[in-house]
Structures are given as structure tokens and as C-alpha cells.
């Protein structure tokens, strides 16, 4: 009964060829997105002999072995990056919200004062987005070099998260605010009681959005820091892409094993793992959310 | 209390009417026309506050920045600062379009992009259709939600996972050794450079490109459907002649925003592949532009490559807006 969704009369039965070339279609899409994450799981997971023995990678490790991630906690480079990047990710996350909110709800009531030309002012943005040599320029002039603000200032806002958030606000109907404020309630309670409990799910995905962008963002860490204070997406991009060694970055711990590709494999599931982790929490609000934004503008 | 002075709004007459008249109103005058700028700055202090961070943030880094294009007229010199450099009229802009580099660099953007536009463009579109045909609730939730992980994956990481799979020591060419087979040089190969990307980039971003179609395929009247079933009209033909021109303003509107971001071809992706082809397939604009910029210091230089492409980014979505009118599409509206 449950699997059996209505199936309109116009459409026929489909033909077994039709439904053995959707069939293979889909086994052969969802293999090649997991299959990269299933290897990198599995060579992380197997013992480093076995690792090298096999040439680099592993599809499925004889035995499970966590050398590999216990060297990587014993050394400070990675530790280090990891507490840099969940700072930057919760701090960042929290006051992008805060503010994110704090417009798109003030452009959300209909005539507030400045409304009009505030509105234009963050969407002309959406023309001409902030290119890299002056905004390079702006972070320097304004003395956040190497500073932990320099990760998240110059990116607090979306635009596009701020219109999705817009959107959903003017949803909100007039009505529960009127009745709010006849019961005596300030403008602060009523976005704190009224609107904001109803607009949990947008919150939500977006708040999802500002997280993930925070936790994958390396390249604001590669210009403004130094490179003792790069969070784990910018110490990956030395480590992996580039081939330093982690010795080379300070991590004596992870350098005694002679198998570095479990390592690099270990630290590749490490920074993927907070975004696998929240990832089915959100995921059922993001269709939602991105098309109500998607038709407001 | 200012009861109905702040549920009247800008337009005081049309909010005032439901639901007011049994409320005892005091003192508060019923017939209020027009209030001063000073008395609605008052009645919205609270709001005005909340726009101020976001406000102040907009002007600085956002306005800040455009300003700062500036100095792409200027001979910017790190230690006097973007106001006291020595303005040089077009000479950054004589120097770049006198740089062989530049055009390398632009010859690859313009190149990776139309194959990101023939290759990657149409890759969510058949993902959505495919996904769309399904009726099974389930497996297709279930598809979704695989599809949209990679979307949420850093570009390091991305990166990572093709060396590990298609690199020279990685699954795929250890598999074809173990079996006799001879290897195939994909990674850090300058030939296989611009397919790879391209394929990169719709392993990342396919899936979660079908959200906005399948919505528009979702739109399109069943009615129709039947009708042309009813008629005798297989699948091909359905998809020919109801479900593609139903979705047609949708796939308009997106190629319009493509053609604007077109010389963006996405700058973290070159940026960390750049080094193992090298810049002669490598690089493109945005890396260009961070090479010669924040590395070597010809931020003036960089600046105007950076304005150039802005100005051509705003001009190509324009023209496509007017075009997509001539062809008698909605197009972006802007």
C-alpha cells in the first residue's frame, strides 16, 4: 500500500527496459558520489601496512584500524586547526545569523523608515560582488590582518540568505503582529515571540548554510592569516594538494608513520565529518527554503 | 502606548480597518494623513537599530570594496595606502592588455567556461528529468538526498577525493595495474586538465542544481500531459512538446544568470589545481588576479583585470536580458 504511490492512468505501465535503464541510471549516479567518500573512509580506517601493501588506497580494509587518527590527535597541527575552524564556525555562524535576521525582518515590515533605500543598497550588491583586490584592500586598511574577525566580518551577510530570510518574514501574517502588539507586546517580543518560533525552519537552513560555508571556507584564512593560524580546510589544502608533510607543519606524531596516505585520508574524513553529521538533520528543510528564495528574486 | 500610530504603517488607511473599531482608542486621532520623517523615524527607532550592523556592514565591506576599484587608476603602493598613491590614469589597464599572461588567462576562462556551459548546464536538467520520472516516493527521496551532499563538500576536499580516485597512485589506476592493465595519466596531466574540471564541477554541483527544476517540472499542468497521452503522444514527444516548453523561462533565467557570472568559473576549484598543471592551462582570471595581486603586488594591475571583469559580467547579463525579451521571455527582470 505504502510504496505504491498513485500512478496516473495516462502514463501505462511502464516497460521492463525503461525500468531496468532508470534503475541502472540511478545505481550508477549514487555510486559515483559515494564511492570517493566510501574510499577515503576505508583507506582511513585500514592499518597502515595494509595501506601501503595495496599502493596507496583501500576499498575494503581486511581489519579496522585507528592509527591513523589517534597519531593525528597526539600531534598540534590538526587538533589546532579543528579548534580554529569550530570557533570560527560557531561564532561565525551565530552573529551572521544574529545580524542576517536583524535586517531581513526590519526589510520585511512594510514601510519601515529607510526601508525603501536600504533595500536597493543590498541588492545592487547582488550586481557587483565585492571583487578580491579591493576587498583584499578594505580587510588591510581596517587593520584585521591575521585577526579571527577577518574570517567572518567580511563575509556576514548573504545576500542571497538575507532575501531567503526576507521572503519568509513577509510571510509572516500581519495579523499575529497586530494581535501582538494589542496585547501590549514591544517590537522585540514580537520578533522574539511571535516571529521567530514561526520561522524555525528557515532559520534552520539557513543557518546551515552560514555553518557549512564557515566550516568549508579556506581561501579568507590563506590571505589574511599566517599560516599557524589557518583553520583545518587550509591546512588540508597544504597537506593534501600541495604535499607538504605534516612534520613540515609541525605534527612529529603523524610523521613516524610511514604510511601518510591513511593520514591524509584520516584528516579528509576528519574536516568532512561535522557537515556529514548535521547534513540529514537539515536536509529535509533545504527545498523549501531555497525555493521560496529562489522566487522572491 | 502608540497603538495605532504603529499598526497604520507608511500607508496609514488600508491596515488601520480590520479588526480596530471595538478597541477603545483613547486619544490617538483617527485621521492621521501624513506623518513627518522625523515622527516614522521615531515610530521605527527599534526597527532602524536592527538595520543598522547589517547597514554598516553593506557600506564597508561591500561599498568599501567598490571604492576601492579605484585603485586600478592608481599606482598603489602598499606602505602610502589606497588614498595617497599616485593616481595613473589608464596605465593598469594599458600594462594588463599588454600582458601575455592575461590573455592566457583569459583564453582558459572563456574555453573552461563554454564547456562548462555545453557540458555542466544541461547535466542538472537531465538529473531532474530522470528523477522526476520516478513515482516511487522513496527511492527517489532517497536519490535526493545523495545527489545534494556534494554541494555542501569544501572544493579542498573535492579536490582530495578525485586525487585519491584518479590520481596516479589512486583506486582507479592501482585497479588497472593490479589487472595487467596500462595506467591513465588524468591528474596533473595539462591535456586532461579542462575535462577534469569539468567533471569536477558536476560531480559537485549536478545534484544540487535539479532543485530549481525539478520545482518547474513539478509546475507543469498534468492536464497537459494527459491530453497528449490521450492523443497518442509517447515519452519522447511528451518531453518534446509539454514538459520543455513549460520549463523553458526557468532554463532562460538560468542561462541569462550563467552568462553574467560566466567569467567566474570558480575560482577556489583553479586556485588549488593551478600549481600541479601549471599556470599555461591552470590559470584563469580569478587566479590571474590573485597571482599578480595579492602575491606579487601589482595590486593596481590586478584591480583593473578584477574591474574589467566586473563591467563585462554586468554588460553580458544585460544583453542577454534584452535578448531573452526579443525572443519574447520573462528573463530576469532588473
Redesign the interface.
Known sequence: MA?K?T??L???LPKWY?RLA?AI??TI??S??????W??VA?SIASPNEVIE????V?WPSAVDLTAYTSIFKGEVITRALLISGGVTVLGTATSLV??I??A???A??????GKP?LL??LF?F????????????VK??GLLNSFPALV??V??NVFN?VIMRGFFQGVP??LI?AA??D?A???RILTRVVLPLSKSIVAVVGLFYA?SY?????NAV?YMDAHNYPV?AV??QY???GAALSDLGNAEASILNSP?SV??AV?VI??LP?MLI??FV?RF??KG??TG?IKS | MTVTAASTGGTPAPDAAPGDPPVPEPRAPKVKPKRTRAQRLRRDLFLVGLMLPGVIYFVVFHYGALFGNLIAFKDYVTFIGVWDSAWVGIDNFTVLLGDPDFWNAAGNTVVIALLQLVFFFPAPLALALLLNSLVGDKIRRFVQSVVYLPHFISWVIVVALFNQVLGDVGVLNGILDDNGLSTIDIIGNPDAFKPLVVVQVIWKEAGWGTIIFLAALANVDEQLYEASAIDGAGWWRRLWHVTLPAIRPVIVLLLILRLGDILTVGFEQFFLQRDAVGPEVGEVLDTFIYWSGIQDGHFGVAAAAGLMKGVLGVALVYTANKISHRLGEQGVYR
Open positions: 510504496s504511490v500512478r496516473p495516462w502514463m501505462g525503461t532508470k541510471a540511478l549516479v549514487v559515483i558520489v559515494v564511492f570517493p567518500f574510499t577515503i583507506t595495496n599502493g596507496g588506497w576499498i545580524a542576517t536583524a535586517l525582518y526590519a526589510l515590515r512594510p514601510g519601515v523608515f529607510g536600504v543598497l543590498v550588491t550586481l557587483f560582488p565585492p571583487a578580491m583586490i579591493p576587498s583584499f584592500l578594505v586598511e581596517l566580518l567580511p556576514l551577510i538575507l500581519t495579523e497586530e502588539r494589542l501590549g514591544g517590537e522585540f557549512v566550516w568549508n571556507a579556506f581561501f590571505i580546510q588540508l589544502r593534501v594538494t600541495q596516505q591524509k585520508m579528509v574536516a568532512t557537515i547534513y540529514p536536509q533545504f527545498v531555497v525555493l529562489a
